[in-house]
């Protein structure tokens, strides 16, 4: 069944919300996804939480994935890819647990899938309104602008969650998926493009965060600002990963 | 031996010789890989050499430029455990990569099987094989 993808074919389409100690918000977002997208299954990576994060998502109808010990989203989201891989899924749609992100973008997101293998839900973007100042605003611009000249394609916001990947992403990502800081978005991008994917964004609006403010001291943020920049050095001066050729099928790895 | 005589050297032999001891000890209970054993069985080797032929601190002395003899021992000593600090960095990011690796199949194993094994109480509030004790 994972041999030649019927082009008429309907998509399967894999929601990955990866969550971690997000009880009070992960129901109402896996309920709203079944209802925005009702062909859609929803896989939730519980990340090794200490709270009721997987029996709530569970509860609301979602496969839940829950990981031993928590292994960042870097982690959580390569499981999921490579559940995706597997089950020879077409579509993996990454969608936070926080409630952050509008589920109503997810059709949007996937529909750009047509001329891309990536598509990112790009907040400030003229349709969202995202408030960062100062050094973390500088890291975002600088991210944003390095990773444009590398995709050659315009992508305003690298850091965002909010993202559908097709087949050839889901199995770069089913194998390279880092865990480093800013592994999960900064550097998977970089992974994606010097895999020659297509990167595309598309403009979405996010919502308030359900718990809690992003903290925006200064110090934090300049800390941000060269954890950023290491991370994105490390990540280009990497050697290229191979793109495997070899689809759906579980080898042991490149830890030997 | 007039080196033996001198009071410095017969405790650093001694302590060499311990530090074999518990090496090949930890070897035998393969406590210790031996794999990481090599570069110790080296530095021991090394103050073994040196313990009883001091003259090649002097002669590697000349040969580096450092003045002093010993300034020399304590910079390739701290050069030795630096390196070992390094390799031990590196066999953790190792061990993290894998163990990372196989938290995510045991989670995608897990799921696998839930899904095979028919729910018990399926459709009802509770989740099947849960450790928390769920509020039913």
Redesign the interface.
């Known amino acids: 069944m994972t041999g030649m993808p019927d082009p008429q074919a309907p998509k399967r389409v894999l929601v990955v919300v990866p969550a971690w100690n997000e009880q009070g918000s992960v129901g109402a977002v896996v309920s709203e996804i079944r209802k925005e997208c009702p062909q859609a299954a929803v896989l939730v990576?519980d990340d090794g939480s200490g709270d009721?994060t997987?029996?709530v998502a569970?509860?609301a109808g979602a496969?839940?994935?829950?990981?031993?010990?928590n292994?960042g989203v870097g982690?959580a989201m390569?499981?999921g890819y490579?559940?995706a891989q597997?089950e020879g899924y077409d579509v993996v749609v990454q969608v936070d647990a926080d409630g952050q992100h509008d589920v109503g973008y997810v059709r949007p997101l996937i529909e750009a899938l047509g001329s891309a293998d990536i598509v990112i839900g790009a907040r400030f973007a003229g349709e969202g309104s995202y408030p960062a100042r100062g050094p973390r605003r500088w890291a975002m611009a600088l991210l944003a602008l390095v990773l444009s000249r590398l995709a050659h394609t315009r992508l305003s916001d690298v850091t965002s969650g909010f993202r559908a990947t097709n087949r050839r992403g889901i199995a770069v990502f089913a194998t390279h998926y880092p865990?480093e800081y800013l592994g999960d978005t900064v550097e998977s991008l970089v992974v994606a493009a010097r895999s020659h994917l297509v990167i595309r964004q598309v403009d979405v609006v996010m919502r308030p965060r359900a718990g809690g403010q992003p903290s925006h001291s200064p110090a934090r943020a300049a800390a941000f600002l060269v954890r950023a920049v290491l991370a994105l050095g490390l990540a280009l001066t990497r050697p290229r990963p191979e793109l495997s050729a070899a689809p759906a099928r579980r080898d042991g790895?490149w830890?030997g | 031996m007039s080196v033996l005589e001198q009071s410095g050297y017969p405790f650093a032999l001694v302590v060499a010789v311990l530090l074999l001891l518990a090496l090949f000890w930890l070897l035998r209970t393969q406590r210790l890989r031996e794999k990481y054993s090599v570069l110790w069985f080296a530095v021991i080797v090394g103050v073994v050499l040196l313990t009883f032929v001091p003259a090649i601190t002097g002669w590697l002395t000349g040969l580096v430029g450092v003045t002093t003899p010993i300034n020399l021992v304590f910079i390739l000593a701290f050069l030795v455990l630096l390196v070992v600090c390094i390799q031990l960095s590196i066999e953790i990011s190792?061990l993290e990569?894998?163990a990372?690796?196989v938290?995510?199949e045991?989670?995608?194993l897990?799921?696998e099987m839930?899904?095979r094994t028919p729910d018990p109480d399926a459709g009802g509030?509770r989740?099947?094989g849960?450790d928390?004790g769920?509020p039913s």
Do not use: H, I, Q
């Open positions: 990576v009721l997987s029996v569970r509860n496969l839940v994935c829950r990981l031993p010990f292994l982690g390569r499981a490579r559940y597997r865990a790895g830890a | 190792t990569e894998s990372r690796t938290a995510e045991v989670a995608l897990r799921l839930e899904r509030p989740p099947a849960d928390g769920a």
